[in-house]
């Protein structure tokens, strides 16, 4: 099992429409997620970084973090041709200065 | 947001030379800093975590000999790579967390294409 899991899409939107994206992680001591955009033959750069349970929205971005169910989505709200990119999920298992952990990704696909 | 600096930003070199690639924070001081790969259509993989005044730590499978890291300043890391081979060809991307307000975030450099003839 990896230890972070996304489902590698691609994942395609009409624009206007919202993208959920998914990600699940298998160390239940993990603390930190983040949300990260790469765009391709870019570095990723940050989306979106949650901490607790529950939802955080940031513009038309929301994440929503379950650690019971170690589980952590982005929704991507009226989704715009810019927004395709791949979506990495990490995952910070230690306290706060440990490595990131990236899942596979998520290829999203906004078509106009 | 912190700016981490990486150059060269592309390099093509023979096979058999080496390569250094430099990691600058531009605005903040950092102690930590880490190294990844990310091979075409793969997510981004930990090589090391660079340390300022001590040794990296290597994640288990990178030769530490062949990747060379050197942390010498607090706002400074080197990854070279040493007789380099085709299969060495990747995008090498840095990133570092902010000393000493660190928010659980990581900021990285732009990255560096290695191609290795």
């Known amino acids: 099992q990896k230890e972070v899991e996304q489902n590698s899409g691609p994942l395609s939107v009409p624009e206007g429409a919202i993208a959920s994206l998914n990600c699940t992680y298998s160390?239940?001591?993990?603390?930190?997620f983040f949300w990260y955009r790469q765009y391709s033959g870019k570095s990723p750069e940050l989306i979106m970084s949650?901490?607790?349970?529950g939802d955080k929205e940031d513009g038309r971005f929301t994440a929503q973090l379950n650690k019971a169910s170690q589980y952590v989505s982005l929704l991507i709200r009226d989704s715009q041709p810019s927004d395709s990119a791949t979506y990495l999920c990490a995952v910070n298992k230690g306290a706060a200065g440990n490595k990131l952990t990236f899942g596979g990704g998520t290829r999203v696909l906004v078509k106009p | 947001g912190a700016v981490v600096s990486q150059h060269p930003s592309w390099v093509i070199c023979k096979s058999g030379t080496s390569v250094k690639i430099e990691c600058r924070s531009l605005?903040?001081?950092?102690?930590?800093m880490f190294w990844y790969r990310q091979f075409p259509k793969q997510s981004l993989m930990l090589m090391a975590t660079s340390n300022e005044g001590s040794k990296a730590t290597y994640e288990q499978g990178v030769e530490k000999d062949k990747f060379l890291i050197n942390h010498a300043s607090l706002t400074l890391s080197t990854l070279t790579v040493t007789s380099a081979h085709p299969e060495d060809s990747s995008f090498y991307i840095c990133?570092?967390?902010?000393?000493?307000?660190?928010?659980?975030?990581?900021?990285f450099g732009e990255g560096s294409r290695l191609t290795v003839l």
């Open positions: 990133s570092a967390k902010e000393d000493p307000l660190y928010t659980g975030e990581l900021f």
């Open positions: 949650i901490y607790s349970n």
């Open positions: 160390d239940r001591g993990s603390q930190s």
């Open positions: 605005d903040f001081q950092a102690t930590t």
